[in-house]
């Protein structure tokens, strides 16, 4: 009896041993919902089938994580987002299609990187053929799944450190309790409260850089008092010309933990035009002519479902370089920048609308205080852009922007002697630029 005995404890214990590590092995889902007409009972034959071989979060869990990303569990960033913000191994959802003996659920498996691993049909759902049907499709493409990607193999490992183990839920069943109590259990099988430790937007890009080309044109009157005291304006007009443009978005948290620290932005913008030349009027001279612009801004921007509202502030520089003539000087505006900023994703990061708005004040105006006297004034600015990201990190934007400088002068003191040819006591002038660019380029 007590050689029987032994034997018997040592081979309990080793059966103990044995299951330990497959316990710990066990996979995390989340089941979302099921498309069409049925699918809440092809939902609930899934979660039957998986209920004694895996551990489960619930499905509000990763709702809340969707709507604070304004993601969609139909793509793959939405399912990778979920899995990463609840530490999942694998994402469930499906569709059901047809009607009564003729329909048909299909069942999806993702990985914890949102990707499709494991799909198949089965049915009808409702009937218990079709329920059994259901469940033993479920099991196979858990199997499937386990085998195209191992629980914990591409876990985070920090999640893993900070997740208690899971314990084991009982699941009612139709004989436990009235068919709609069921369905309400069973909707929410076993609720594990998980803190994330990593932000749900894995996906959002620290760098975004852009390169494109496009037309500009520019339009510059000044109001000036000519020696005779009649009152003259001066114009300039560029025509359209090609201009190049490179835009580079910077978010160094887009991925941090604590979602209010995601929005900080760095974004810098940069143009110069190519081939532009200038004809004073009665001349048939034409002058060599250059421009360019460079922005750089510090902002932050509040994410809310799908969209995001933020501001901007940084300096600019905006240079016209035009050869001497007794004209129009060159201009040089160094401006300090000020503005809101709102982006709407109507297709995730696919699709964007982003307007943006800004106040300029220069406080250097270059050759044009020489020319015209002491200036001081305004600017704004105004754009629209359109634009998306591919999951691969291809980026694209069409932008149209439009820029205004107001200065205004206060003419030289009488007496003194204007030090550059053309010179004349100004009043006021206007400066308004329209810019088109296309851009593609890289996220990552």
């Known amino acids: 009896m007590s050689v029987r005995f032994l034997a018997a404890v040592l081979l309990g214990g080793s059966v103990l041993l044995a299951a330990a590590p497959l316990r710990a092995q066990e996979p995390r889902v ?56 609840l530490g999942l191994d694998y994402v469930v959802w499906g569709s059901v299609r047809g009607k009564g003996s003729s329909a048909r659920a299909k069942i999806r498996f993702a990985g914890p990187k949102g990707k499709e691993i494991a799909a198949r049909e089965a049915g009808p759902p409702g009937t218990s053929k079709g329920n059994a049907r259901i469940q033993k499709a479920t099991l196979s493409l858990l199997a499937k799944a386990v085998a195209a990607a191992p629980p914990n193999a591409t876990r985070g490992t920090k999640k893993e450190a900070a997740r208690p183990p899971p314990a084991p839920a009982a699941v009612p069943t139709a004989a436990a309790a009235p068919p709609a109590v069921v369905a309400t259990e069973l909707e929410e099988p076993v609720a594990i409260k998980i803190k994330p430790r990593t932000s749900a937007t894995k996906f959002a890009p620290y760098v975004m850089l852009l390169a494109g080309a496009g037309g500009r044109t520019r339009n510059i009157e000044v109001n000036i008092d ?29 991925r941090h933990a604590t979602p209010g620290l995601r929005g900080l932005a760095l974004e810098a913008d940069g143009d110069f035009g190519i081939g532009l030349e200038t004809q004073p009027p009665g001349s048939t001279t034409k002058l060599d002519t250059k421009t360019w612009r460079v922005l750089g801004q510090l902002g932050y921007f509040h994410r809310f479902g799908k969209g995001e509202l933020g501001g901007l502030t940084g300096i600019g520089f905006d240079r016209l ?28 990061r696919a699709l964007y609308l982003r307007v943006d708005g800004g106040f300029r004040y220069p406080f250097e105006y270059g050759q044009l205080e020489e020319t015209f006297g002491p200036a001081k004034g305004f600017g704004f600015d105004a754009a629209l852009t359109v634009g998306g990201q591919l999951d691969v990190g291809f980026t694209y934007a069409a932008r149209l922007v439009f820029d205004y400088f107001k200065p ?11 030090p550059v040819p053309g010179a004349a006591n100004g009043r006021d002038a206007t400066d308004l630029a329209i810019s088109f660019h296309a851009m593609v380029g890289w996220a990552f």
């Open 30 to 85: 989340v089941v979302l919902d099921f498309a069409g007409k049925g699918g809440d009972k092809a939902r609930i034959q899934v979660i039957r089938a998986l209920r004694d071989h895996a551990a489960f979060e619930t499905q509000s869990a990763a709702r809340k994580v969707l709507g604070s990303e304004g993601l969609k569990a139909s793509s793959s960033a939405g399912r990778a987002a979920v899995a990463s913000e």
């Open 321 to 348: 370089e035009l050869e001497a003539n007794g004209t129009i000087p060159s201009i040089d505006y160094l401006y300090f920048r000020v503005g809101p900023a709102y982006r709407y994703f109507f297709l995730e």
């Open 408 to 418: 205004q002068f206060a003419g030289f003191p009488p007496g003194m002697v204007p």
């Open 226 to 254: 000519e020696a005779s005291g009649e009152s003259a304006t001066r114009t300039y007009d560029s025509g359209v010309y090609l201009d190049i443009v490179f835009r580079l978005e910077v978010r160094p948290l887009a």
